[in-house]
């Protein structure tokens, strides 16, 4: 009798260890979690040149329609890095794509700030010219695709899938309107970082409490 309630008490005790092992764990996954979940990076379009808009320049020098831009890259996070694969820039107008341009992938350490200057020509010329507005000004799509992984002390997360866009108004001067950096918007098909691993967590926390 007294042997089968030892065995018994040993098992309840055992049972407790694991519980309280478990709902430790999960307690400082939850900690680590919050202290080191990264923020995407933040994209804005810094410069933007269309010499053949500018009314100044004398008709042949209007005949340049290359597109020239930089896109900056911020990193928000104190303590992750950003591996970025190959940033893909797409620009187009009401009626078409205009131009394309690939950022070759690149590493992004914690709270540095990265400018890509690049310069692409159309598809076809004529893009760029139907891309102006009865009052003179002009409006390009510019968005911006890749994907990217966190460094997080020693290890690297999954990749997540950036996509963000803006729209450029470029003035009779052929430079961007808006003189401050102008930021691109993510997409409702960009991956968001913080929903699968907390939920999980909470879940997890909220059954050991039931059981205890």
């Not at 694991?18 to 709902?23: A, R």
């Not at 794509?97 to 692409?120: C, D, E, I, L, M």
């Not at 695709?145 to 690297?156: D, G």
Request: aromatic share 10%; with cysteine; glycine share 6%.
């Amino acid at each position: 009798m007294d042997l089968d309630q030892d065995t018994d008490n040993g098992g309840r005790s055992c049972c407790s260890c694991c519980l309280s092992f478990i709902f430790t764990a999960g307690l400082t996954s939850l900690f680590l979690w919050l202290s080191l979940r990264p923020d995407k990076p933040k994209c804005s379009i810094e410069y933007f040149y269309v010499p053949a808009l500018n009314k100044s320049l004398d008709a042949h020098s209007r005949l340049n329609t290359t597109l020239n831009f930089m896109v900056r890259l911020a990193n928000p996070n104190r303590d992750q890095g950003i591996y970025y694969d190959d940033v893909h820039l797409s620009f187009s107008n009401t009626n078409s794509s205009v131009a394309n341009y690939t950022v070759p992938r690149f590493y992004q350490g914690h709270k540095k700030k990265a400018k890509k200057w690049g310069q692409t020509l159309p598809v076809n010329n004529q893009t760029v010219s139907r891309a102006v507005l009865t009052n003179g000004s002009a409006v390009f799509r510019m968005d911006l695709k890749t994907q990217v992984r966190f460094k997080i002390l020693f290890w690297k997360t999954k990749k997540y899938g950036i996509e963000v866009g803006a729209d450029v108004e470029v003035n009779g001067d052929g430079v961007k309107a808006h003189k401050k950096g102008l930021k691109m918007k993510k997409s409702d098909s960009s991956t968001r970082l913080r929903s699968y691993f907390p939920i999980c967590v909470l879940m997890n926390l909220l059954v050991l409490f039931v059981i205890r």
